[in-house]
T-cell receptor
Framework: SQQGEEDPQALSIQEGENATMNCSYKTSINNLQWYRQNSGRGLVHLILIRSNEREKHSGRLRVTLDTSKKSSSLLITASRAADTASYFCATVYFNTGANSKLTFGKGITLSVRP | DGGITQSPKYLFRKEGQNVTLSCEQN?????MYWYRQDPGQGLRLIYY???????QKGDIAEGYSVSREKKESFPLTVTSAQKNPTAFYLC???????????????FGAGSRLTVL
């Protein structure tokens, strides 16, 4: 199945630093979303960017989308220990004759050291 | 509070047994989904349903079955035909009305199934 691929697989930074995570995908999309998952818990939606948008902000989060390169990045500024989690990108594309559905990447494990 | 409730949180099963994972939502969402998550893997779609009494296979439906008799409920049965059922199972839902295809998912807390 079509899948977003995140990069890097794991990231370790010091508290206060910025964290940048990347996602690449394969086909044309309707929108791209980022989710967060704390260990052993469900995913929580962070931010959505539509295919006709290039950048969105939400608090300390900044997402960019480059449809020509089929890639997105998630920037977390001024990271905190509480940001330690796994982050997933999910793409929404339209199946022929069916409603859209999400396809998730494998995730990035972010560790923020106090 | 509105949300999705999955139960049980932990479940142990002997080989050859069927087990059913519960998923209930009070968000009045139209669509519901079941995902499977394995260590180091992303989420893989098992089944989804966009309307009562109708559901579609996802990418890894073999060995699983679902029903959607009520809008609020979407139980998943892991059958003995599933060869490697030990995993973390996530249920999610979304509203399709006026979403313009956005499909932002709300997830439950997950159910961890271990086959002994």
């Amino acid at each position: 199945s079509q899948q977003g691929e995140e990069d890097p697989q794991a990231l370790s930074i010091q508290e206060g630093e910025n964290a940048t995570m990347n996602c690449s995908y394969k086909t044309s999309i309707n929108n791209l979303q980022w989710y967060r998952q704390n260990s052993g818990r469900g995913l929580v939606h962070l931010i959505l960017i539509r295919s006709n948008e290039r950048e969105k902000h939400s608090g300390r989060l900044r997402v960019t989308l480059d449809t020509s390169k089929k890639s997105s990045s998630l920037l977390i500024t001024a990271s905190r220990a509480a940001d330690t989690a796994s982050y997933f990108c999910a793409t929404v594309y339209f199946n022929t004759g069916a409603n859209s559905k999400l396809t998730f990447g494998k995730g990035i494990t972010l560790s923020v050291r106090p | 509070d509105g949300g999705i409730t999955q139960s049980p949180k932990y479940l142990f099963r002997k080989e050859g047994q069927n087990v059913t994972l519960s998923c209930e939502q009070n968000l009045n969402h139209d669509a519901m989904y079941w995902y499977r998550q394995d260590p180091g893997q992303g989420l893989r779609l098992i089944y989804y349903s966009q309307i009562v009494n109708d559901f579609q296979k996802g990418d890894i439906a073999e060995g699983y079955s679902v029903s959607r008799e009520k809008k609020e409920s979407f139980p998943l049965t892991v059958t003995s035909a599933q060869k490697n059922p030990t995993a973390f199972y996530l249920c999610a839902s979304t509203s399709l009305a006026g979403s313009s295809g956005a499909n932002v998912l709300t997830f439950g807390a997950g159910s961890r199934l271990t086959v002994l």
